[in-house]
T-cell receptor, first 117, second 116 residues
C-alpha cells in the first residue's frame, strides 16, 4: 500500500499567488516525521520543511508552511507569494520507525508545480 | 553543497554489466540511504544503513547489493544490468533522528546510470 499519496501530478499557479500541494500519509507509528523536498529541473533534492508527529504547531519556513492535520493524516505544503523559481517537482516524505533503527524514509510520487508569469 | 558526495556523476554501460556507485556521507552522519529515481518518477527507497549495519530494505532487486564501510562511506553494486535499471541513483545521509533533531536527509547530486 502507498504510504505517501500526492493526488496532484501537476499544478499551475500564477506568480505572487499562494498554492497548496496536497499530501496524505499512512502509518501506524505514533512517532514519525513529515518532510517536503523540492527537485528543480537541475535534479538536486532540496529540503524545505519538517513536521514532527508530536508537534502541535504547524511548521513554517519563510514562504513555506505545512498544514498538518494529524487526524486526517494530511500534511499539505503551502507556498505563499509564488515565484518563478518555485517551478519544480515537490515531494512529500515520511520517516517512521524507532530512532536509528530500521527507519524507512519514503517519498510520495511528487507534484510538478509550474509558476506562470 | 549538501556535503554528500556521489561518484561517478554519470555512467554509461551495457546490459549484463556490473557497476559500483559510491557515496560519502556528510561528516558525522551515521545513516546512509539509497534511492532510485527513474525518468519522471518518484524516489524509490532501496536500502538504509546505520553505522555499518543494514537497517531497512525497500524495493531493492536481488541483483543489487550495498554496504557501508567502517569509514561510513557506502557503495551500491548493480549487477546483470538491464535497460530498466537506467535511472538516477541518489545517496542521502542524515544525523540520528531525535529530540530537537529533525533528521532530514541531505542528498548527493546523484549518479545517472544509462544502460544501453
Amino acid at each position: 500500500a502507498q504510504k505517501i499519496t500526492q493526488t496532484q501530478p501537476g499544478m499551475f499557479v500564477q506568480e505572487k499567488e499562494a498554492v497548496t500541494l496536497d499530501c496524505t500519509y499512512d502509518t501506524s507509528d505514533q512517532s514519525y516525521g513529515l518532510f517536503w523536498y523540492k527537485q528543480p529541473s537541475s535534479g538536486e533534492m532540496i529540503f524545505l520543511i519538517y513536521q514532527g508527529s508530536y508537534d502541535e504547531q504547524n511548521a513554517t519556513e519563510g514562504r513555506y508552511s505545512l498544514n498538518f492535520q494529524k487526524a486526517r493524516k494530511s500534511a499539505n505544503l503551502v507556498i505563499s507569494a509564488s515565484q518563478l523559481g518555485d517551478s519544480a517537482m515537490y515531494f512529500c516524505a515520511m520517516r517512521e520507525g524507532p530512532d536509528n533503527y530500521g527507519q524507512n524514509f519514503v517519498f510520495g510520487p511528487g507534484t510538478r508545480l509550474s509558476v506562470l508569469p | 553543497d549538501s556535503g554528500v558526495t556521489q561518484t561517478p556523476k554519470h555512467l554509461i554501460t551495457a546490459t549484463g554489466q556490473r557497476v559500483t556507485l559510491r557515496c560519502s556521507p556528510r561528516s558525522g552522519d551515521l545513516s546512509v540511504y539509497w534511492y532510485q529515481q527513474s525518468l519522471d518518477q518518484g524516489l524509490q527507497f532501496l536500502i538504509h544503513y546505520y553505522n555499518g549495519e543494514e537497517r531497512a530494505k525497500g524495493n531493492i532487486l536481488e541483483r543489487f547489493s550495498a554496504q557501508q564501510f567502517p569509514d561510513l562511506h557506502s557503495e551500491l553494486n548493480l549487477s546483470s544490468l538491464e535497460l530498466g535499471d537506467s535511472a538516477l541513483y541518489f545517496c542521502a545521509s542524515s544525523v540520528a533522528w531525535g529530540d530537537r533533531v529533525t533528521g532530514e536527509l541531505f542528498f548527493g547530486e546523484g549518479s545517472r546510470l544509462t544502460v544501453l
